[in-house]
């Protein structure tokens, strides 16, 4: 079966920063978009960052000149996040778009999440 897992969370200092990981693998055809979302404590989930199998990015506002996301290769995704801040602590999830077989439609994929607290 198709996993995502993701490392690098933690807890940090205001100010500083973080490098995210996420690692697909399992039976895979091909992985389209690869992305981060991030959830906090009474909020909805968020669109961090995505790009897209040709290297195309997109970010949400808030974290853009601070936080980069970068294709590593096929299967995995790393998010740079500087200069974080504690309006960045959250549960950090990656999501994927994969085919599985080559007439298969593309699915997302989501990873188990993983914990990053900002102190002040």
């Known amino acids: 079966q198709v996993r995502l897992v993701e490392s690098g969370g933690g807890l940090v200092q205001a100010g500083g920063s973080l490098r995210l990981s996420c690692s697909a693998s399992?039976?895979?055809?091909?992985?389209?978009?690869m992305g981060w979302f991030r959830q906090a404590p009474g909020k909805q989930r968020e669109l961090v960052a995505t790009i897209t199998s040709s290297g195309n990015t997109n970010y949400a506002d808030s974290v853009k000149g601070r936080f980069t996301i970068s294709r590593k290769n096929a299967k995995e995704t790393d998010l740079q996040m500087n200069s974080l801040n504690p309006e960045d602590t959250a549960v950090y999830y990656c999501?994927?778009?994969?085919?599985?077989?080559?007439?298969?439609?593309?699915?997302?994929?989501w990873g188990q999440g993983t914990q990053v607290t900002v102190s002040s």
């Open positions: 399992g039976s895979i055809f091909r992985i389209n978009d």
């Open positions: 999501n994927a778009e994969i085919k599985r077989f080559w007439n298969a439609p593309s699915q997302l994929y």
